[in-house]
């Protein structure tokens, strides 16, 4: 069964994102960059919340369009409303048994882009396998927290570690068996 991986950078200190979503200080080139660009081409499935998605606007996405063409898009939010939406872009109500009917007709596992508060409200409900962090060499001291404000807890089993020159390293933990 496809799992769903929430593949992301993070700081030291636990944050996806500084002051104001900045994103300056991640590490933005190098074999590390590199491997978790072509990681991506491994995924035909990705899921968001809104702000993530929207997150894409300053780098040039436009609204309704994909933000990974090779990918299909499923946009959780019980608020946003495009006029046009790509083919493989869908806006979807924030419910579970539709990733979990997303998740389980994937040709691969899914890609859980981003999204702290999105990501934490998955955790809360079981709804995370893999958790693989880009983990940068830097303190933000505040920001985009990695799970948001979700209280869960859950001890991982290290399945994967990769180092890079640039000081990112790559973990990835297995969450639910």
Known sequence: ?????????????????GEHNGISKFVASGNGV???????????????????????????????????PHMEHYIFSDSLELDELAENVHIEKRSLDRITEIRDNSDTDVYLCGGGQFAGWLLDHGLI???KLKLNPIVLGSG?????DSGSSFKGKLIE?????????????????
């Not at 929430?6 to 636990?14: E, F, K, M, R, T």
């Not at 985009?144 to 948001?148: E, I, S, T, W």
């Not at 990769?162 to 639910?176: P, Q, V, W």
């Open 1 to 17: 069964m496809p799992k769903i991986i929430y593949y992301v950078a993070v700081s030291l200190d636990g944050y996806i994102a």
């Open 34 to 68: 590199e491997k978790y660009l072509a990681d991506l081409q491994k995924y035909n499935t990705v899921i968001m919340g809104r702000r993530t998605y929207e997150f894409g606007y300053q780098f040039g996405l436009k609204p309704g369009q994909p933000a990974y």
């Open 129 to 131: 396998d893999h958790l």
């Open 144 to 148: 985009v927290p990695l799970f948001g």
């Open 161 to 177: 570690r990769a180092s890079f020159d640039e000081g990112l390293e790559m973990l990835t933990y297995k969450i639910n068996d």
